[in-house]
Nanobody
Framework: VQLQASGGGLVQAGGSLRLSCAAS????????IGWFRQAPGKEREGLSC????????FYADSVKGRFTISSDNTKNTVYLQMNSLKPEDTAVYFC??????????????????????WGQGTEVTVSS
C-alpha cells in the first residue's frame, strides 16, 4: 500500500486549502482513510476519516464545521477540504489507512495506533 499526500502550502488566515491523498496497492475488502496532523513539538492529532464501505465520516471537534473529508473511489483518492484556516492549523498533514476499518469497529476511529499505513506528509502553513 502506498499513500501520497499533496496539496499543502502557504495560505493566509481565513483562507482555504484542499489536500489530496492518493492510495495505491489497495487489497482490502474495506478500509478507512484518515487525516492527521503534527505541529512542531506536539503529538500527532487525528482530524477526520472516511470509510470505503459506506463513505461514513468522522471529525475531531477541533476541525468540525471547518474541514470536510470526501473520497473519489474511481481515483482511489481522499480529499480534505480545509476552510477558515487559522494559524494554529499550521502543521504537517498526513494521510493514513486503517485496514478493515478496525478503528471504527473498536469505537476509536482516529486512534493513530490503529492505522497501518502512512503517507509522507504535506506541509501546511497558515500566516496571520
Amino acid at each position: 500500500v502506498q499513500l501520497q499526500a499533496s496539496g499543502g502550502g502557504l495560505v493566509q488566515a481565513g483562507g482555504s486549502l484542499r489536500l489530496s491523498c492518493a492510495a495505491s496497492g489497495l487489497a482490502f475488502d474495506h478500509y478507512t482513510i484518515g487525516w492527521f496532523r503534527q505541529a512542531p513539538g506536539k503529538e500527532r492529532e487525528g482530524l477526520s476519516c472516511i470509510s470505503s464501505r459506506d463513505e461514513s465520516t468522522f471529525y475531531a471537534d477541533s476541525v468540525k464545521g471547518r474541514f470536510t473529508i470526501s473520497s473519489d473511489n474511481t481515483k482511489n483518492t481522499v480529499y480534505l477540504q480545509m476552510n477558515s484556516l487559522k494559524p494554529e492549523d499550521t502543521a504537517v498533514y498526513f494521510c493514513a489507512l486503517d485496514a478493515y476499518s478496525a478503528g471504527t469497529i473498536l469505537g476509536v476511529p482516529l486512534n493513530r495506533t490503529i492505522f497501518d499505513y502512512w503517507g509522507q506528509g504535506t506541509e501546511v502553513t497558515v500566516s496571520s
